[in-house]
Each structure stands twice: as C-alpha cells, then as structure tokens.
C-alpha cells in the first residue's frame, strides 16, 4: 500500500531536527538550510508551529509548470530528473504549499524525495509530528475528530492520578427501548 | 595540533559610535584555548578590561557586548541551540553572562561567524543587521517604546524578510533597568545579569541575522553515528516524556515537596496552594502546545493560553520553573492566569523575571515590615498575591515611573536607596538569587556565594544532590562538587548547548568529549576539556577581583543566614556563618586562591597573550 509522509503541525515542538536530518542525507553537510522539510514558527498570532514537506500530489502543479518535464510522478513520488533540470525554480513558485525550497549552493531545487521510502525525518522526530501513513488511514484522526464532536454526546469528567480526563458517551435513544 | 573543524575562524567587530564594521580572523590558538561562547566572551571582556585599566562602565561606549555561540551551536546532536551574552553587568558591575536558547546562535553562525563584538554607541535606536555578505547598522529610530515582538514585526517589515531570525530589547533595555534581558523567539531570553541594559546604552534595538552556510563538521558520520545513540539514549529515559509533556514546571511540585521553593519572598519554602500553580494544572487547563530550542528533543517550553476569565487571551512562551516561582508563590500568587500574565508583560517589556519576582516580593515585604511607606510606593498599595497591583507595578519599573525608577536600579540601587531592605532583598554581588532555596543546602548557598554572576544557578547545582545523598558528606564532598559543577557547566556554554540533557536525563559528560572531537577533529580528552573550562572560571574571577571584588562580596544574604523558613522540611533551618566561613576557605584552597579569594598573580599571565 503506498505511504505518505503526513504531517501533524500540533505535535510539532519546532525543535528541526527534520531540517538538520533532511540536509546531512542529501547533502551531507550539517545545515538546515538545505532541507526539503522546513518548520515555520508562526507567533504570537496565529500560534502554531508548521513543518512544511512536499505532499506528492498526484497531480502535481511543479510538474505542470516544469518547461523540460524533469518532475514526475513515479509511483508516489513526485522524481526530479537531475539531467533535465534547468534551474529555473518555477516549480518552487508554483507550489501551492511552497514546499519546494532553493539555496544559493545548489543549483538543483531542493524537494522531498521520501529518501527512497525511509523518511530520515520521520524516524528522527521526537514527537510525532511527521509521519509516514497508509493512504488509506489519512483522514482518520478528521473522522475520528468528527465523533467525538457528535452534538448528542454527553460527557463526564474525571481525575486519574490528578490528570483530567473526559468520557464522552452516546446512550441509547429512549424511544427505542 | 590545527582545527580541521568546527569554526568559520572568523569574527565580526561593530563599533557603533564609529560605525565600523571589521571581519577578522581568529587564530588556532585562540579557538582551542577558549573553546567558544562564554570562553570567548571571558577573553575578550578581560582584554577590553585590560585596554581600559579595568575601568568600565557598564553603560559606557567602552564596555564590551559579546555575542557567542559555540562549535557544537546548530549541529545535529541534542540541544545544540544555546548562545552566549557577555560583557560587564549593570547589575553586579563584574563580570557577567547570559545565555538563551532558540535558534538565534545557530543563526549567527549560519552567516559565517563565530563570534560578534559590538563596541560603542549609536547615536541613534538601530538594529544591527548580519548576513553571509556582511552586516550594516540601520537607524531605525521609529523602534523607540516597542514590546520586543512588535520590534521584531516592524524590523521584518523593514528587511522585507520573514525568515530572519533576531535578539531584541524591550523597553526596558532602551530605559536601562539594571536587569533588562534579551529576548529571541518569542519567548528565549537570555535573562540574567542586564544585558540587554547593554544593547539598550548602545542603542542597539536588536540584532537581526539571515545565514545559510553549511556549518563546518569535521567528521559528518562519526558525529552523526553519536548524535543518533545520545538521542536514542534520551528517548529511552523514564522521565524523557514528562520533560516533553511538563518540561521545567515538573520542578513545582517537586520543590515544594522537598521544601525549596520560594514563598513570600522566601518567608517560606513551601506553598499551600501549590497545586493551583503546578505543572498539572498547567497541562489541563493551560498548555496548547510545546516549544523546543533548536535540535531539542525535550522540547522543556510550554506555550500556554488563558481561556477564560480576567486574564483571557493572555497567550506566552513559558513559564518555566523560575518564572512561575518567582511571579507565583513567591509573590504570594496562586492564580495561574495571572502568573501567566506577569510574564508575558515581563517578556514584552524585556525584564528578567527572576530579577523581577524578586524585587516585586522584596517591594511587598518592605511595605508589610514599614521599611517602605505608602508614599514611597507613590500611593498604591501593593500586597501578597495582590496581581493587580503587581501587575502596575512592574511596567512602572520598565518605564522608571515614580518608586519604578529606584526599583530599576536593581538590588544595589535599592539598598542604597533603603538600608534596611538589605534584610529583605536576596541577592549575591547585586544579582537577586534564583528561585532554589539555598537554606537547605549549604553547598547551593556556596555555589551562589562563589558565582561569578552572582546568586544564580547556572555555574553550580547542587542543592538536589545533596538532598538527595549529603547528609553525610565532608566538608571537602560539599566543597568538591561546588567546583566540579563550576567546572563543568561552563563547558555547556562553551560549547553552545544545552545541559539539561546532561542534568536532567543523565546523558554522559563523555558524549560531549566525542562531540567536540568530531565536529573539530581535535583529540581533547574530558579531562583536558575541563582544565580549559576552569581556566575561564579563573579569568572571570581575575577580572572580577581586579574589579574590586573580595572575600566580604562571596556572601550569603542576610535571609539565608537569619531568617529560617517558616514551614516545610527545612523549617527552622539556616545557614551557620562560621560553617560557610570553613567552606569558603576550604574553597579557595581547593581553587589554589588565597584567603581572600584571590587567584595568584602570575594565573594572569596566563590569559595575557593577544587574541
């Protein structure tokens, strides 16, 4: 089944150890300036820290933008042919995420390449927040969401080892008994 | 032996009253010997002394601010996002550094520096700008009575750059309160010891950086084969995801338990109503998200919102353990929204929150004793756990308003001012102490008495171990792990990281051998790491002395002496003059100082050599 990096922004802790990981597997230099994943730190409004990664779109827009075709889609992976590649960086431009990023020492833009399957940052984050998921499971924690703001739901609060936890519950509609 | 890593091997020199910009290289010599960060910082403070005949004014064009962050600062191992401030305090007069986290040091050295020393005085507000191809001062004069992050917003504006990182002041920097911090994203202050009264009597607003050098790593793989276990080491800590969820609030409780957290301006160590301020409390009501410096995976800040109530919408980086202590038991605060809310006006107007707890609790307890009246305090009444009024009270110190203005002078200021509130103010050489209650351990009571700083923790603590395990220790154990602490942690600063890993998950000091030979491709043992780290520890205590420091000024405040706490394990508990005298001397026979505290002569020969 294939994989997709996800990212979870309210896990993130900003801490980039994504940015350093990406740049010493690609490049082999210590510098988070050379990554394909970046973490913007947005504050004091809104307060949220965001890793920014190519999402592989099926459809992708840099690759319709690329003039020499050097950006396709091979199995989940949107590829960069190096010897196609003319440096004109429309594709960072037109990344509707701007997960496309470009540094001054390389002439090739610097875009997420899932390392080959193994996601160096997915395994290096320390909380969680990138991860590599089934197709098929995105959106579960929406749905999951989705339940648990289900209007009918009751609640009841309680402390366990002094931490706060709630249970929501459905009972069973009166009418059907 | 020649550096193969780890350094641009460059530094950058601004003269704002001049202004000069100059790059120079740094020697070998020099990099291998001081190592980094407060290394660098202490070296080049004493030659500034040196040139001046030792006579600085801490708010003068002479005195020296040294930006440093390390050889490890930015490179892929845990905690890696410390930078260093140093130059001559305005709180204390000597010596004085602080340090913050975030990403401002990996910044700076990502333009090509390993180091920045900025002289003089602009003649108007201005930030300092530094990228890969040099750096311009820019009057920017608008910037006047700007919060730290709303500098920050115009100054991106101004750079047209939102990816610039940057190091502000605060109102009260440009109004040189004695214990001014500054401040880096969002929420990174280094604190302590008024440093950013430095940057404000340079009119320097901020210092603003875009950098995107590769940082020079001699042995990519061997440092990332280390990087990988140390961080493998740390998840696997029982306490590691308590650091992630509680980070340094986790010390409330634990504080309060073993009788050490400060109440009532240290009346008492522990607080009743401990819980309402507590890290569990925090995480169910407060919390939305963590924050982490750069390459941390502890990620010890919290940010936190207020969601209801007088204080709503109050949204802060923080607190940490400190912070809460000093702006909630210690000022009698219970409420956490209002704890909350105290330290975010503290970081929008750029004040230390340790200083400040302090002076604000020292202010309520010279009201309550008479020692202030109610017209030195222009009128309004302030008392414990009062937030409105602590909460009026501390803006009228960043503005020098009214009694304001004598509070921002700090503790020297202030017992000039009222001799009596020497009794009530707790602080070593003019620096307020930090919120671990020494009565309860002599060698922390030591370890504050012999800071270079003054009463801060960050040289030497000691107080958990030998609550832990001291009962029984010798005079020479409790002497001994003051200077081991001392040596030791100044490598951390000198380096560029952090030490919490160290301290609090027990990473090994012997990752860190391995870090620096990587990164340098140097060969240093431990031991040999720390020799050089002491060695700073006795160029700051030169240049100290031959500041007009001594023995008399290695001292307890007189509360730690006098007045035991009142409740909680350590009540009744203080510390014997006579048996901290023995200690201290047994100290400086151990450092090879004399009776006075003072290094032998010929120890400065040692640092006299030219950078």
């Given at each position: 089944m294939p994989l997709k990096l996800t990212?979870?922004?309210?896990?993130?802790?900003?801490?980039r150890i994504c940015e350093l990981v990406c740049a010493i597997e690609h490049f082999g230099v210590n510098n988070p300036k050379k990554s394909a994943v970046r973490v913007l730190n947005i504050y004091p409004h809104p307060v949220i820290r965001m890793p920014v990664v190519c999402s592989q779109c099926r459809v992708p827009l840099c690759a319709q933008v690329c003039p020499t075709d050097a950006l396709r889609w091979v199995e989940g992976v949107v590829q960069l042919e190096p010897s196609e590649c003319i440096s004109c960086y429309k594709c960072a431009e037109s990344c509707p995420f701007g997960a496309i990023y470009v540094h001054e020492d390389c002439e090739l833009p610097i875009k997420c390449d899932m390392c080959g399957g193994d996601p160096q940052c997915v395994k290096k984050c320390p909380t969680g927040a990138l991860r590599l998921l089934p197709e098929a499971a995105l959106g579960e924690s929406k749905r999951l969401d989705n339940i648990l703001s289900y209007t009918a739901m009751k609640e009841i609060e309680l402390y366990e080892e002094g931490e706060k936890k709630v249970i929501r519950y459905a009972e069973v509609g009166k009418e059907e008994l | 032996m020649s550096l193969k890593g780890g350094y641009f091997k460059k530094g950058l020199w601004v003269d704002l009253t001049r202004g000069a910009i100059e790059t120079r290289s740094l020697a070998d010599a020099f990099l291998e010997r001081y190592i980094g960060g407060r290394g660098f910082g202490a070296k080049l403070v004493w030659d500034n002394l040196r040139e001046h005949d030792f006579k600085i004014d801490p708010l003068g064009a002479e005195n020296l601010l040294v930006v440093a962050p390390g050889p490890l600062s930015g490179v892929y191992l845990p905690s890696s996002g410390k930078n260093s401030f140093v130059a001559i305090s305005p709180a204390t007069g000597l010596y004085g550094d602080s340090s913050m986290g975030g990403g401002f040091g990996v910044e700076l050295r990502q333009t090509g520096i390993d180091l920045l020393s900025v002289a003089g005085r602009a003649a108007e507000l201005s930030v300092l700008f530094i990228d890969g191809d040099g750096a311009k001062v820019i009057p920017m004069p608008e910037l006047k009575g700007k919060s730290c992050l709303q500098a920050e917003g115009l100054i991106k504006e101004r750079l047209g750059s939102h990816i610039v990182h940057m190091a502000t002041i605060g109102v009260a920097g440009e109004n040189m309160v004695g214990f001014a911090c500054i401040s880096a994203d969002w929420g990174r202050n280094a604190g302590r010891t008024g440093l950013g009264t430095v940057m404000g009597s340079k009119n320097l607003k901020a210092i603003a950086l875009q950098g995107n050098k590769d940082l020079p790593v001699y042995d990519m793989s061997g440092l990332v084969a280390e990087a990988d276990k140390a961080y493998g080491y740390m998840k696997e800590h029982p306490f590691f995801k308590m650091w992630q969820r509680q980070g340094l609030m986790n010390v409330i409780d634990y504080a309060n338990e073993t009788g050490i957290l400060p109440a009532y301006n240290f009346k008492d160590s522990v607080f009743a109503r401990c819980e309402q301020i507590n890290g569990t409390t925090m995480l169910n009501h407060y919390k939305i998200g963590d924050s982490a410096c750069f390459?941390?995976?502890?990620?010890c800040g919290n940010i936190c919102l207020v969601k209801s109530g007088k204080y709503v919408g109050t949204v802060v980086e923080g607190p940490e353990y400190e912070t809460c202590a000093m702006l909630g038991p210690n000022l009698g605060i219970d409420d956490f929204a209002a704890v909350l809310s105290a330290a975010r006006l503290c970081d929008e107007l750029g004040l230390d929150t340790i200083s400040t707890g302090s002076i604000v609790a020292a202010v309520i307890e010279g009201y309550e004793k008479g020692i202030l009246s109610l017209a030195d305090l222009d009128g309004r009444e302030i008392t414990w756990g009062d937030d409105d009024a602590i909460l009026e009270l501390i803006p009228k110190i960043a503005h020098r308003e009214g009694v304001g203005d004598i509070l921002a002078g700090g503790s020297r200021r202030i017992i000039e001012t009222w001799p009596e509130m020497d009794r009530v103010i707790l602080q070593v050489k003019g620096l307020e102490q930090s919120a671990y209650d020494s009565r309860a351990s002599i060698s922390m009571a030591l370890a504050y008495a012999t800071s270079d700083i003054g009463a801060h923790h960050t040289r030497a603590w000691t107080i958990a171990k030998e609550m832990e395990e001291g009962s029984n220790w010798s005079d020479d154990e409790r002497v001994g792990i003051v200077i081991y602490h001392q040596k030791l942690r100044p490598l951390f600063d000198m380096f560029g990281v952090c030490r919490l890993p160290w301290i609090e998950l027990g990473l090994n000091e012997l990752h860190y051998e391995r870090f620096y030979n990587c990164v340098t491709g140097g060969s240093l043992s431990l031991d040999e790491l720390l020799e050089l780290s002491n060695d700073v520890y006795d160029l700051t205590r030169l240049a100290n002395v031959r500041l007009g420091m001594s023995r008399r000024d290695d001292s307890l405040p007189y509360k730690v002496r006098t007045n035991p706490p009142l409740t909680g394990p350590n009540a009744g508990k203080v510390i014997n003059q006579g048996e901290f005298q023995r200690l201290l001397t047994l100290y400086y026979q151990k450092r090879g100082w004399d009776e006075n505290g003072v290094p032998p002569a010929s120890l400065a020969e040692k640092f006299n050599d030219r950078v």
């Open positions: 990212v979870i922004p309210e896990q993130c802790c900003g801490c | 390459a941390c995976p502890m990620c």
